[in-house]
């Protein structure tokens, strides 16, 4: 007669994962929010859904979305739950994009999405339209840099559109922007482009000529001060001017050097003012009244 060894329960292979860990994996890539519909696209059934919503597992943000246990989302976290709660295809866009996207930090609390039809979210600003471009930014779908500035044109007023615009150009974010004429915002935003640096298109001796015209003393070119070529002096004033373009000023080791040049001439007693392309060209009133002032 056999011996019968103890018993073994078979584990079953393949299980398929539980509500919880449904929840856990969708909470951990989303900053922490979910929506009704990923849940049961996954074969959570709805009365594990409201089992969960009604003993706090699931926190409603939205309709339909939730957070995972617990209703202290971040910024990121309810930036994401506003583009869940607007459906598939959504994006924060507008002045949410341009907070997101650190180029006016006054902006960084609104929740505004763009999306391709017709919904209402309590607190979230929704614009429907037809076609966008998308990126991700730290996992949340968002326009893209060009597009969000495209349409912030028409949202917003000249004066904080050529900020974020200046902005874009220091964090290097700017891209070719596509303006739509018939958009409420295609004069703004023609005209706010049109004020951004063009010099790369400009020969520099045009820059110096429009430059000479607005001095009300002629300037000695190209002197040589503390062993650096200027590009105007006044030896008698002990004033110098650079006129700065994008196109040469950008790198970062030309911004090192312009001011450890600045730094030289200053020490030896010298007044160092840098014009740009944009005061010379569109503020030259600026440039005029400066120059008087210093040299009498």
């Known amino acids: 007669m056999g011996v019968c060894g103890p018993t073994v329960a078979m584990r079953p292979q393949n299980r398929s994962p539980r509500p919880d860990e449904h929840i856990s994996r969708l909470a951990a890539a989303q900053h922490g929010v979910l929506t009704w519909w990923q849940l049961r696209e996954r074969g959570v059934g709805e009365g594990a859904i409201k089992r969960r919503a009604k003993i706090g597992r699931l926190v409603r943000v939205y309709r339909g979305v939730y957070a995972a246990g617990h209703s202290e989302l971040t910024l990121d976290g309810r930036r994401m ?13 507008h002045r949410a994009a341009t907070g997101a996207y650190a180029l006016r930090p006054a902006w960084r609390e609104w929740l505004e999405v763009s999306c391709n039809r017709d919904v209402r979210v309590p607190g979230v600003i ?141 020490l030896a007693g010298w007044t160092v003012l840098r014009f740009t392309y944009r005061d010379v060209i569109h503020d030259p009133a600026y440039v005029t009244s400066t120059l008087a002032r210093l040299l009498g």
């Not at 739950?81 to 866009?93: E, F, H, I, R, T």
């Open 81 to 93: 739950a506003a583009v869940l709660a607007c459906g598939p295809d959504s994006a924060l866009s």
């Open 126 to 266: 929704i614009h429907r339209v037809k076609t966008m471009e998308v990126t991700t930014l730290r996992g949340i779908p968002i326009t893209t840099v060009a597009r969000t500035l495209a349409d912030l044109a028409d949202v917003t007023n000249p004066r904080i559109l050529r900020q974020v615009l200046d902005q874009a150009e220091i964090l290097r974010l700017d891209a070719p922007i596509e303006i739509k004429n018939g958009r409420r915002g295609a004069g703004r935003l023609k005209e706010a482009l049109a004020q951004l640096d063009p010099l790369p298109h400009v020969p520099r001796s045009e820059l110096e000529r429009r430059f000479l015209d607005l001095c009300p003393v002629p300037p000695v070119i190209g002197l040589v001060v503390e062993g650096y070529e200027t590009d105007f002096a006044w030896p008698a004033q002990r004033l110098v001017v650079e006129t700065d373009g994008w196109g040469t000023h950008s790198t970062k080791m030309a911004f090192g050097e312009d001011r450890r040049r600045d730094v030289m001439m200053r």
